[in-house]
């Protein structure tokens, strides 16, 4: 599924940047596919933030359902 | 990684030998970093230039220069690795190839993140010097990385600095001579297995946990929430407006302005002028109605001066807090809805201050179309800071309902262009994606640096379109071209926009600067109904020269003039169909 469906606190694992050009932006920060990140916020119908180590990211909503997570 | 990111891997310059090829400038320092970690600060104290300093990235778009030691200095834009896929990165990638020696500035407190672009570095083999920057901060949170390891690790000088106090600068300089280049090698070349070495080297490097600091880490987390988020940002913008538009609109500016531009500095110019005997048209340009001593330095600097000033502090304030790409988070989806992102937020808060700097700063958007759309928006609809000053302070006599009248029509404009163009121009506008750098109080010194060199580039800029705005004028009424001009507009003005026919003046003025033409407004004796729909047609009227001038050098002078000719019809057609909207319901 889409991070953009995780609940807000909780840690999840990226397995897939569906983007290609998010996919090397996202892999410069350090938010690369394997990555254990957790979801911070959630803006309704807007962007969803996350964070790893103690860096945050904010990706809009569009992408956020192109980068895929385990669903557990 | 698939293959179209195979760019992103190594710099053409990866043998040791490419270093003293006849290419690279004679001792050419490259200061070369991840953006927000300190360069500009690092270039300041090295060169004695000043670049801007702040909290959010992208601040330097183009490469600033200096000296240092007689050895020239570039100040490269921040970037999170080498390759082509952005101006940034291709600005920092071919200044990397001419170097003698890199600087790289990392952030010491966010390593993970900065070893990506190291790593690309010391793979270059251009001999380089790391600024461990930011070590206070990275101390404070108990992850202070250990120096001599990531030295061992690229084998290249590691340097712990705190930039913006000072320390650790002058052993850096001494390094600089000792650079040499890294040892470091890579299998593989493309950007995951990069990522992975740098996610190992930095487990290496830091091998404590952050601690926890509770205020800071509950507002990292909050203001880009919903609930919390959109109130500070309430509570932000009440700020600005109490400063910049009740405290220096409207109480200092009414001191400064009338005391002692009107009643003290005027009156002086007349007597000085009255003096030396100079009488008839000449004395008119000089010290008249519209003189060059009289108006002109009466606006610039007891008007503009004070306010501009506010409004570069509240913005610097923002900028150095970390508080604006939070900003751009909260309203991305506001802006999604006329083609923009949350980015998009930078150029238009920028825009108020100055549509020409807000102009300039659209390049940080990444497609053509975005920065198409954030171009018009803010010459139509984007008052600048010297307009919005006139514009408070003229309706703000009339009371709040005729303010909240003004911003609701300019909203509504913004919106319908932006919608508009959203709808006609070919593509799709790129997702928001972009980092949140810590919050962090503003240093006061910073601050004031920021707030007097911007405000010192925007009075240069101003001042002479001004005064050859004010000259025209005087020429025009000295010569009778004004009662010809104002012949000329005079059906317009009055039977179409139902103003006097002296407002057609303040048209000429707008044609050089749109803020003037809100200033010529003033003494006209306006109903409050004239008034905003006067105000409303100078906003939407033709943008200063200077942000022309800016358009057409980045977008081209036929999009220019589009734009130009756009302001003209649009500024008409909305205000005609408000005079007759403010009469039909009774209130004009």
């Not at chain 2, 101390?139 to 600095?161: N, S, Y």
Request: charged share 20%.
């Amino acid at each position: 599924m889409g991070i953009d469906r995780v609940p807000v606190g909780s840690r999840t694992r990226i397995e897939a940047i569906e983007d290609s050009t998010a996919r090397r932006e996202l892999t410069r920060l350090g938010f690369e596919e394997g990555a254990d990140v957790e979801v911070v916020s959630r803006i309704p119908f807007g962007p969803v933030v996350l964070q790893r180590r103690h860096r945050q990211v904010a990706i809009g909503r569009e992408l956020a359902r192109r980068v895929r997570v385990s669903s557990q | 990684m698939s293959s179209t990111h195979k760019n992103g891997a190594g710099v053409a310059v990866s043998s040791p030998s490419a270093v003293a090829s006849p290419g690279s400038r004679e001792g050419l320092v490259v200061l070369a970093g991840n953006p927000n970690v300190g360069k500009s600060a690092i270039f300041t104290r090295l060169s004695g230039t000043y670049a801007e300093v702040s909290n959010f990235p992208g601040t330097t778009v183009d490469a600033m220069r200096g000296t240092w030691n007689e050895r020239p200095v570039l100040d490269a834009p921040g970037t999170y690795g080498l390759g082509e896929h952005s101006e940034e990165e291709r600005i920092t990638t071919g200044l990397v190839k001419e170097a003698a020696v890199i600087v790289n500035v990392v952030d010491a407190a966010h390593l993970d993140r900065d070893l990506f672009l190291t790593l690309q570095l010391a793979e270059s083999g251009v001999p380089m010097v790391v600024a461990l920057n930011l070590v206070d901060e990275a101390r404070k949170a108990g992850i202070e990385p250990d120096a001599a390891e990531l030295e061992q690790a690229l084998g290249v000088p590691v340097i712990p600095t705190v930039a913006v106090k000072g320390e650790g600068l002058e052993e850096l300089a001494e390094a600089i001579g000792e650079a040499r280049p890294g040892t470091w090698h890579l299998n593989g070349a493309d950007d995951m297995t990069r990522r992975r070495a740098a996610d190992d080297l930095y487990a290496r490097v830091v091998r404590q946990e952050r601690k926890r600091r509770r205020i800071a880490d509950w507002l990292e987390r909050a203001s880009v929430t919903l609930h919390w988020g959109l109130p500070m940002l309430a509570l932000s913008l009440a700020g600005i407006y109490l400063l910049v538009g009740v405290l220096v609109a409207q109480n200092l500016v009414s001191f400064t302005e009338t005391r002692l531009g009107q009643e003290m500095w005027e009156p002086f110019a007349r007597s000085i002028i009255d003096a030396t005997g100079i009488g008839g048209p000449i004395r008119e340009i000089l010290v008249g109605e519209f003189g060059l001593f009289t108006m002109t330095v009466t606006y610039i600097v007891f008007l503009l001066a004070p306010l501009v000033a506010a409004f570069y502090f509240s913005l610097a304030l923002l900028e150095d807090s970390g508080f604006l790409p939070r900003i751009a988070t909260l309203v991305d989806r506001g802006l999604s809805a006329i083609g923009l992102n949350g980015r998009a937020v930078i150029p238009i808060i920028l825009g108020f201050g100055c549509v020409t700097m807000g102009t300039i700063t659209t390049r940080l958007l990444s497609t053509k179309r975005e920065k198409t759309i954030a171009t018009a928006v803010l010459n139509f609809a984007i008052p600048c800071s010297a307009q919005l000053a006139v514009i408070a302070a003229l309706l703000a006599g009339f009371g709040g309902a005729w303010v909240f009248a003004y911003a609701g029509i300019i909203l509504a404009m913004l919106i319908a262009i932006g919608t508009t163009l959203d709808r006609v121009l070919p593509g799709e506008s790129p997702p928001l994606l972009i980092e949140l750098p810590p919050l962090r109080w503003p240093r006061p010194n910073a601050v004031m640096k920021k707030t007097l060199t911007k405000g010192r580039w925007f009075m240069q800029e101003a001042t002479p379109w001004f005064a050859a705005g004010a000259l025209i004028v005087s020429v025009l009424q000295v010569t009778g071209g004004l009662d010809v001009w104002q012949r000329f507009l005079r059906p317009l003005m009055v039977n179409w926009l139902y103003l006097p026919a002296e407002a057609s003046r303040t048209i000429v003025m707008g044609l050089v600067r749109r803020d003037f033409g809100a200033a010529g407004l003033y003494d006209m004796g306006l109903t409050p109904a004239q008034a905003l729909v006067a105000l409303i047609v100078i906003t939407l009227f033709v943008p200063c020269v200077a942000s022309i001038m800016v358009m057409a050098k980045e977008h081209g002078a036929r999009t220019a003039f589009r734009i130009w000719v756009g302001t003209w019809v649009v500024a008409f057609a909305v205000g005609g169909v408000l005079a007759r909207i403010l009469t039909w319901i009774g209130v004009a």
